[in-house]
């Protein structure tokens, strides 16, 4: 498990003086005297070093293990959990008839007793989220049925991916196919990433398209900098070049990363902060690599040369992307406007610190209305037009219900976004509590009882470790000017903070999902740190290996004692308690 050589040039390479032409000026000498390699090596280096079959078939297998942990008694517990008892109903109405329906009261008792049909009314619903998740929870009710194990087989499938994205972002990080094993491990031995995989619910959907788009910018990077080597036949000597410009314009990977960007904020409107601050890091990396080719003032001209192309594939196809997964609202816009347009709650009333119930009704007097509402039905483009006119006011509308509606809320598991990395307050997501002894399989002593419950709670020995090493990964990223560092910085950084801004209504630490790839990245490069570039024995590759392994096996070690909470286990009242470290894990 050892970085790369050409990793470890590259670091060196960042603190040198800009390169001069390799057949006129002898190149950079780093600290211990080892001669700088070109660009245009460093470039070429980070591609293509490792054996494809070895390091996919190893990720792919680390992938499959954890799809069988995470379909492991599925179904259980045989009720719905927490808020899927919105997503999965939401997400049966949106496959079966393009749009989310409501439905009649006790619904929920009828679809657990295998009734499906006749349960949904005519009139649309107001949902408060994007449709993308609902859409992948109702595809596994469609394969499956609408069952527990059908509304959760989407979440079990994706978070099992999210392993394999993990194990490869961490080899190209890296430079290591053991690390990026490593990687993988720690986020399938996550027992929040564990229980958010086997539940409907959008967080598992949302970390998994972030990631995937982060991966891929990371390969944009090493993409762009090949490219450039095979453009450019030595060092930029021009103090008026820009480098190449038009070769550079079209970029694959970045493509790619921004439909995935378009798929995680079509989930959950969060995405939108990741993405404008990995947007920024990729202008920096591409001023960075023109920078290392010769090219002066970099940052300024890479603004134009890089920045505008970067804007184009990454908001503006996330954008088109996001629109297109509101494609069966629209169809179906006629339908809100009947039903929303005159009658959502559009309007913030009240003083005080907290608001008085947050919304009133839309009043035709106030001009609180959907700007389609009057309007007859277009044809042709102009009924396009007309359903986005009507899709803006009805994010207007949720967007209102999200900035101001909750602010008078509370919730029993609500916590303080500055208490996630700590794991400071779990959510119950299920409990079936008060079994007595010889009763269902209880074997408590007399005087006490039995419990069930599924708790959403990351593996602390992870999250304390992984905290950890984010400071350190700052640290590195800042005073050793490693560039692959800002990876997890930046990623936990930008999907953890702009939660501090909403700590006034209830938020859960589920949302912490999001931030947790990078919390691991984070780990996993510091252990390579730990153990070093050099295969040679050595004390200090010693004590790294022992203090990284032992790492590791505490984290599996801790996942295993908290496994009952994780998946419904029967345990005693004590051995339940064991498992409760603090107060307000209850």
């Known amino acids: 498990m050892s970085t790369d050589a050409p990793e470890q040039a590259e670091q060196s390479a960042q603190s040198a003086q800009s390169a001069q032409a390799e057949d006129r000026v002898p190149l950079s000498r780093t600290a211990d005297g080892r001669a700088v390699p070109s660009a245009q090596s460093r470039a070429r280096a980070r591609v293509g070093l490792e054996d494809p079959f070895v390091g996919w078939s190893a990720a792919v297998g680390l992938g499959l293990v954890a799809l069988f942990l995470r379909l492991w008694r599925l179904g259980s517990p045989a009720e719905f959990q927490f808020d899927e008892t919105y997503y999965a109903k939401d997400a049966w109405s949106l496959v079966n008839n393009g749009y989310v329906r ?50 959760r087989v989407s979440s079990a499938v994706v978070g099992a991916l999210m392993v394999v994205v993990m194990a490869r972002l961490g080899r190209r990080l890296t430079g290591s196919t053991g690390l990026g ?31 995937c788009a982060v991966a891929c910018l990371v390969a944009d990077r090493d993409w762009y900098r090949a490219r450039m080597a095979r453009l450019l036949p030595g060092a930029v000597t021009d103090p008026a070049s820009w480098g190449p410009v038009r070769a550079m314009l079209w970029r694959p990977w970045l493509l790619a990363s921004g439909v995935c960007w378009g798929l995680a904020i079509g989930t959950k ?41 970067a804007f184009g594939h990454l908001v503006v ?69 007309q359903s986005l006119r009507s899709l803006w006011s009805y ?22 976004p500055l208490g996630w990395p700590l794991l400071s307050r779990p959510v119950g997501v299920a409990a079936d509590t008060g079994i007595q002894p ?38 590195l990223w800042i005073g050793a000017r490693d560039w692959r560092y800002g990876v997890p910085v930046v990623g936990a950084l930008s999907t953890w903070l702009p939660w501090l801004r909403y ?26 740190r730990l153990v070093g570039p050099s295969r040679e024995p050595s004390t200090r590759r010693t004590v790294g290996v022992v203090a990284a392994g032992s790492f590791v096996v505490l984290v599996l070690l801790n996942f295993a004692w908290f496994w009952p909470v994780y998946t419904n286990e029967l345990l005693t009242h004590s051995q339940w308690l064991d498992r409760i470290w603090f107060s307000r894990w209850i």
């Open 102 to 151: 409501g439905y009649v009261d006790g619904a929920d008792e009828q679809i657990l007793d295998g009734t499906v049909r006749g349960l949904w009314q005519d009139d649309p619903s107001m949902i408060v989220h994007p449709e993308v998740g609902k859409w992948l929870i109702g595809l596994g009710e469609r394969l499956v049925g609408m069952d527990p194990t059908g509304w």
């Open 181 to 211: 094993l490593v990687a993988g491990l720690l986020l399938m031995l996550d027992g929040l990433h564990f229980v958010l995989s086997r539940l409907a619910l959008l967080d598992i959907f949302l970390s998994f398209f972030i990631l």
């Open 438 to 475: 010889g009763t269902r399989g209880c074997e408590a002593p007399e005087g006490s009882d039995c419990l069930r419950q599924v708790l959403l709670l990351g593996t602390p020995v992870l999250w304390w470790g992984a905290g950890l090493a984010l400071v350190a990964a700052a640290v």
């Open 317 to 385: 196809v996330a954008l088109a992307v996001y629109v297109a997964t509101w494609t069966g609202w629209m169809v179906n816009a006629a339908e809100y406007e009947r039903s929303l347009s005159s009658t959502q709650y559009t309007q913030f009333t009240g003083t005080g610190e907290c608001q008085d119930e947050s919304f009133v009704a839309s009043d035709p007097d106030t001009g609180a209305r959907w700007a389609t509402a009057d309007q007859a039905d277009a044809s042709g483009p102009g009924e396009v037009v």
């Open 269 to 309: 409107w969060n995405a939108l902060f990741p993405l404008a601050a990995f947007g920024l890091l990729v202008w920096l990396w591409s001023a960075g690599a023109r920078r290392s080719f010769g090219v002066r003032r970099p940052v300024l001209r890479s603004v134009l040369a890089d920045g505008l192309p």
């Open 503 to 528: 700590d006034d209504r209830p938020i859960f630490l589920f949302y912490a999902l999001a931030m947790l790839p990078f919390l691991v990245l984070a780990a996993t490069m510091v252990i390579g």
């Open 395 to 416: 994010h207007r509308d949720v967007y209102v219900f999200h900035t101001h509606f909750l602010e008078c809320s509370t919730h029993t598991y609500q916590s303080d």
